[in-house]
Structure formats: C-alpha cells, structure tokens
C-alpha cells in the first residue's frame, strides 16, 4: 500500500491541573523536516518529540503545533525593577532641573508603561510533558491513517495511469515492424527516383537498408520499456517508500519514450508517443506526494 505525505492529526490529553492540544501537518518534500511551534516550558524536549516523530513518520515536511493550558485559572505578575530605577531617575531628576516636589509616588511609578506585566501561567515541564506524548501520539495516528486514505486514492489513480500507458505501449510494439518495412520501402523509392536511369548495385541498396534498420530499430527500447512497466507495477504492489524508485522509473519510461518517437518517424507511433509523455509526467507529479 502506498502511504501520502499529506495527512493532518489532532490528540488532546488532560488531567486535573492541565491540558494540552497537539496538531499535526505534514506535506510532501524530499527528506524528514521537522518544524516546531511549542510552548516555552517544552523548548527542551524538542529532541524527545523529533524521536517520536521518527518512529511514525519516515519522509515529509511535518509541522507539529502544541499547546499547553493550565486548568486552574492564574495569571503572573512581573515588575521590570531595572526599567523602574531608570524612570525614577529620570523623574527625579527633571523635578530638580525644574525646581519641582521630587517626591514621586507608587501609584504614578507602577502606572508608566511595561513597568508591571501579567501573563497567563504556563503548566511546567514534568507536569505537560507525560500529556505532551499521550495526544502527540495520537495526533501522529490520525495523521498516519489520512496518509493511508491519501496513498489509497494516489494508488487507484497511478494505476488508472499505468493501464493507459501500457495499452498505448502496446500500439507502438504493434506497430513497429510494420513501420520498419514502410521506411525501407520510402528508401527504395527515393533511390530509384534519384537514380533515374543509373543502376545502382543491390548489394549497396541492402548495405544503406541495413544501417537504416539499426538507425529506425526500437527494439532495445521496447525491451527496456517492457521491464520498467513491469518493475514499476511490483513497486505499486509492493509498497512502502517507493516515492525514489518509482520517479526513477518514470524518468527512463520518459527517456525510452523520447527515444522511440526519434527513431521510429512515424506519425501514428509519434502520436503515441506524445501519450506516453504526457501520461509519465503527470505519474511523476503524482508521485511527489508519494513517501
């Protein structure tokens, strides 16, 4: 079965003193990129969180966003002590320059700006963190199942896919012997037509018909082609990572396509061809998203 790398996940866990919510992103890219959006009292399990990641997602940009609330309603007070010298200093010292009371009260101190701030308490490390692996887990399942419906749907289509290219596959190898003999008989043609009256000695005729063989022949190309259908319909079976030996696949069904339509100078097997093209890279964009 083939996994996508594009999923979405949410856990939340509580208990009596906190709860915490974790949400899980995770789209295409090449290798395993980690991305992080957590609160300041787990900034030091980013190490731990990445392990566990790791262990249920193998490629993928994944974005893990957690937040942490404290059940018991609370909020901290901090005085900015240095900031308020420097106010009392400056106060006092235009009231000397000014000749005015240099007495200066709590109220007026406590009121001047970021002097005094609050803020919501956050639950501590060891308190969240055993909350933390419960919902981060969870969240990393759901993300997992909706990679699985994703590869589903991803699976059906590449299938879809490889049927066509191998039916029109299949119309280039029909046609090919045929096309070999109608471009000896052209070259035939053509010689008599220049030669005119001048004989022409067949044993040269059948030299310039073999080169022109070699030259229009595709049967190493069918043959290659013929293995890497075959090989890339046992990866789709098989499973698993195989987002690097299926593009592989692609680029030299690609590549022997090009190659055929070149040699063959046909234009029932060029239009063929084209399909065969098309049909290669819109596999291989859908196969970017494949882990």
């Known amino acids: 079965m083939l996994i ?14 906190s709860t915490v919510t974790v949400e899980v992103r995770s789209v295409n890219h090449r290798f395993l ?5 957590l609160p300041r009292s787990l900034q030091n399990r980013e190490p731990d969180i990445k392990e566990i990641v790791r262990s249920k997602i193998a490629r993928g940009r994944v974005s893990i966003t957690i937040s942490a609330e404290s059940s018991v309603s609370g909020r901290g007070v901090t ?12 106060l006092r010292a235009f009231a000397k320059r000014h000749g005015l009371d240099e ?54 289509d590449l ?14 190898e029909k046609l090919a012997p045929a096309v070999a003999k ?3 008989e052209l070259m035939r043609k053509r010689v008599a037509q220049l030669a005119g009256d001048v004989a022409i000695p067949e044993e040269r005729i059948a030299a310039e018909i073999v080169m022109l063989s070699d030259r229009t022949d595709i049967t190493e190309e069918v ?32 590549r022997e396509a090009s190659t055929m339509g ?23 964009e859908q196969v970017q998203n494949v882990e």
């Open 4 to 17: 996508s790398m594009t999923g979405f996940g949410q856990g939340e866990a509580a208990n009596a003193h």
């Open 33 to 37: 990129d980690i991305a992080f959006k």
């Open 79 to 90: 005085i900015n002590e240095g900031l308020l010298e420097q106010y009392l200093t400056q």
């Open 103 to 156: 007495r200066v009260s709590l109220d007026t101190l406590i009121s001047l700006p970021e002097v005094v701030t609050t803020q919501e308490t956050e639950p501590g490390e060891d308190t969240v963190w055993p909350l933390v692996e419960k919902s981060l887990n969870q969240a990393l399942d759901l993300c997992n199942r909706m990679r699985l419906e994703e590869g589903k749907a991803l699976e059906k």
């Open 159 to 172: 299938v879809d896919r490889m049927r066509l290219i191998e039916h029109t596959f299949a119309a280039i």
């Open 182 to 184: 109608r471009q000896v």
């Open 223 to 254: 043959t290659r082609m013929r293995s890497h259908l075959a090989q890339f319909n046992t990866a789709l079976k098989d499973g698993g990572e195989v987002s690097k030996r299926l593009t592989y696949l692609l680029q030299e069904m690609h």
């Open 262 to 284: 070149s040699k063959a100078s046909d234009t029932e097997v060029i239009q063929h061809v084209v399909v065969l093209k098309e049909e290669t890279e819109k596999l291989r």
